[in-house]
C-alpha cells in the first residue's frame, strides 16, 4: 500500500511541476505579445484594447505590460523556478530593490511566494525610516484602527435601529388593525426614529435640503441615499408618515420618484431587508413568464426606426425621451407610435442634465457604428458621425441607474484602441462598471447573420447581479422559412423551390457545419452592392444590386431563366431585421433601406433590456416563453399604443412638417 502511495505521489509531482514549468513559459510569451503592443499604442491604450478586444482584466493586462518591462532579464531564472501569475504580478508591482532582493533569494534555491515578496516590501519600508519616524508611523496607526473600529460600531448601532423600524414598518397596518395597536405600533416606530437620529448623525453627518433638492442630487455611491436616509428618519420621528401624509417623503405615487418610500430609503443604511419587500418578490423566485406591472423608463439615443425602443418596450420599458437625428426615422417612429415623446434632432446640441432629477431607469443608444465597419473606411473618431463619446456624456449628465450602447464589433479594432479607451474611461469616472455582451441576432431566431457588441453599464452593486441574456440556438431560423410566403406573393412558381433549397443549404457559420442559410448583414444602402457582398449574397439565392419594388412574378423568372435570383423588397429587409408585419416606414428607397439596415432586431433590444431590468429589480424571468411570445410566429400583429408624455418641459417634442 505504501508503494503504491509513493508512486501516485511521485507521478503527481512530475505532472505538476511539468505543468507549472509550461504555464510559466505560457505567462511569458503572454507578456512578449502584450510587450509588442507597446509599439503601436500607449500604455493605457493597450490595456484598454487587452479589456475590450482580448476580454482581459484589466489589473491582469496591466500586470503584463509591466513584466516585460522590468522581469525581461530575469526570465530564464523565472521560468526554471516554474513562477505562476501572483508571483510575478508582485515581483512587476515590487520596488526595483525589493525584486532584486527576491531574485536573489530565488537564485539561492528559496522557494517565494507572492506573500514572501509582500514581507520582503515591508522589511525595506521599515529599513528606510529612522525609529523616530517608525514609532509615529505605528502610533498614527493604532489611531486610525481605533477610529475605524468606533466608526464600525456607530454604522452597526445605525443598522440596528433602521432594522427595528424596517421591522415596525413591516408589522403596520393602519386599516386592519385595532386603533389601540395601531397608535402603539406608530408610537413605537416614532419613538425608535427619535433614538435613531442621533446615532445616524454621529455616523453619517447632519444632510439638510429640501427633498427637491435631494432627488437632484446624482445616484452615485451614496450622494443621494444618505440624505434620503437622513430625511425619513426626521419624518419618521415627527410622526409624518401614515394619515394625511401616507408612507412616501413626497406622498407621491409617480414612478420615476423611485426611492422615496420609508422602507426603501432606510434600506442603504441596514442589512436587513425590508419586510414589505418579501410581499413583492414571488415566494420561490420562480421564472417570470409575465412581466410585472412596473413600467421602467428608458431614455433612447439614435433610436432610428424603432428596433431597439420596440424590443424594450416589449420588455416593460416605458419611453421618456427617443432621440433621432434622421426626419423620416423620427417620423417612422410617430407613425407607429403616436405618442412617444420623439425628439428630433443632433444629441451633441443636447444638455441632458434635467433629465437626472428623474431618476431615468435606463439610457440606451445606437450610436452610429458607420465609423467602425469593417464594410467601411473605419474613420473611427475622425468620422463625424462618431457620437461614443457624446454617448459618454449623456450618461455623466443624466447619471441613469443603468445603460447600454450598441455597436459593430469592428470598434473593438485594435486602431480604435484609443478612442474606446478614452469611451471607458469616461464611463467609469461617471462611476460605473463595464461588461461587454457579444450577441448574435441568429442565436435568437432572426435570420441573419449580425454581430452586435453591447456596451452594458451599471453601478457595482447592480452589476454584479447583470447576467447576459441566455442564447437559444435551436431557434435558429432561415431564409427560406422567412420569406417563402412573401416571395409567393405575386405567384412566382418558383417560390416554394427557393425557399426548400435555402432550408437544405449546409453551411458552415463559426467553424460549425449547420443547416439552412442565413441572410448577410443587412445594411443600410438602398443598392450599389460590393462586389463580395453581391457574391455572398448571390450563393444565397438573393440579387441585392437593388431593392425591388414588389416580390418577384412568374414573367420575371421567365425572362431570366434558369439563373434568375430574385430580390429583396423592403418589406423583406424589414422581417429579415425581425420587424413585425405591421411595422411601417416613412420615407423612400434609400431612407427606408437605411432605417432597416440601421435597426436592432427587436428581440434583441428585449433579450437585452429584459437582461438589466432582471439585474435593476431582482425578478427573473422565462426568456425562452417571452421572446417566444412577443416575436415568435404565434405573436399577436396588433399592439397597445403606449404613450409617453414628457416629464421634462424643456425637452418637449419638436414638430416637423412631412414634405
Known sequence: ?????????????????????????????????????????????????L??????????????????????????????????????????????????????????????????????????????????????????????????????DAVADVDLGAAEILRLLGTYRPKRMPPAEREDIRAAIREQAQALLPLFVAAYGSHEGSLEDILALPDVGSTRSLPLAHAAIIALSQGRFDGDYGFALDNSSLESQWATHFQECLQPITSAIAPITFDILPAAQTPLTRLPNQKLSVVELCAGAGGMSLGLE???????????????????????????????????????????????????????????????????????????????????????????????????????????????????????SVQIVRMEAEEYGVAQERTRMLFVGMRS???????????????????????????????????????DALRSQLVVRNGVEKVGALASTVVGRKGGSREKEAARWARKGIDISTVANAAPTQEQADKAGPG???????????????????????????????????????????AIGLAVRSALTSKFFDYSIMLRETNGPGASLLREVVGAQSIVPALQRTKMALA
Open 51 to 152: 479589456y475590450a478586444g482580448c476580454e482581459m482584466d484589466q489589473t491582469e493586462s496591466s500586470t503584463y505590460l509591466k513584466v516585460s518591462q522590468a522581469l525581461k532579464d530575469s526570465r530564464s531564472l523565472l521560468q526554471e523556478a516554474r513562477v505562476q501569475l501572483p508571483m510575478l504580478k508582485a515581483l512587476a508591482n515590487a520596488d526595483e530593490d525589493v525584486r532584486e532582493e527576491t531574485l536573489s533569494r530565488i537564485r539561492g534555491g528559496a522557494t517565494i511566494g507572492a506573500r514572501d515578496v509582500n514581507a520582503i516590501q515591508r522589511g525595506f519600508r521599515r529599513n528606510r525610516q529612522t525609529d523616530s519616524e517608525w514609532s509615529v508611523k505605528q502610533q498614527f496607526q493604532r489611531s486610525a484602527k481605533l477610529a475605524r473600529r468606533r466608526a464600525t
Open 314 to 432: 416589449n420588455a416593460g420599458f416605458h419611453p421618456l425621451a427617443l432621440f433621432e437625428f434622421d426626419k423620416h426615422a423620427a417620423a417612422s417612429l410617430r407613425l407607429n407610435r403616436p405618442l412617444w415623446n420623439v425628439i428630433e434632432g443632433d444629441i451633441r446640441d443636447v444638455d441632458f442634465t434635467p433629465f437626472r432629477s428623474h431618476g431615468v431607469d435606463l439610457l440606451v443608444g445606437g450610436l452610429p457604428c458607420q465609423p467602425y465597419s469593417v464594410d467601411g473606411k473605419g474613420l473611427g473618431k475622425d468620422d463625424p458621425r462618431d457620437l461614443l463619446l457624446d454617448g459618454a456624456r449623456a450618461v455623466r449628465e443624466m447619471q441613469p441607474r443603468a445603460f447600454v450602447f450598441e455597436n459593430v464589433a469592428g470598434l473593438l479594432h485594435a486602431r480604435h484602441a484609443d478612442h474606446l479607451g478614452s469611451f471607458l474611461r469616461q464611463l467609469k469616472k461617471a462611476g460605473y
Open 564 to 606: 434568375f435570383l430574385p430580390q429583396l423588397t423592403l418589406r423583406m429587409r424589414a422581417r429579415l431585421q425581425g420587424f413585425p408585419d405591421w411595422w411601417d416606414f416613412v420615407g423612400g428607397k434609400d431612407s427606408t433601406a437605411r432605417q432597416v439596415g440601421n435597426a436592432v432586431p427587436p428581440v434583441v433590444g428585449q
Open 461 to 499: 452593486d447592480k452589476m454584479a447581479a447583470f447576467r447576459a441574456p441566455p442564447t437559444f440556438p435551436e431557434w435558429r431560423s432561415n431564409l427560406g422559412d422567412v420569406l417563402e410566403d412573401l416571395m409567393a406573393a405575386n405567384r412566382w412558381s418558383g417560390a416554394k423551390a427557393w425557399a
Open 1 to 49: 500500500m505504501t508503494e503504491l502511495k509513493n508512486e501516485a505521489l511521485s507521478k503527481a509531482k512530475r505532472t505538476i511541476r511539468k505543468l507549472q514549468k509550461q504555464i510559466s513559459e505560457r505567462l511569458f510569451k503572454m507578456a512578449e505579445e502584450v510587450d509588442g503592443l507597446l509599439e503601436h499604442l500607449s500604455y493605457k491604450e493597450a490595456t484598454q484594447f
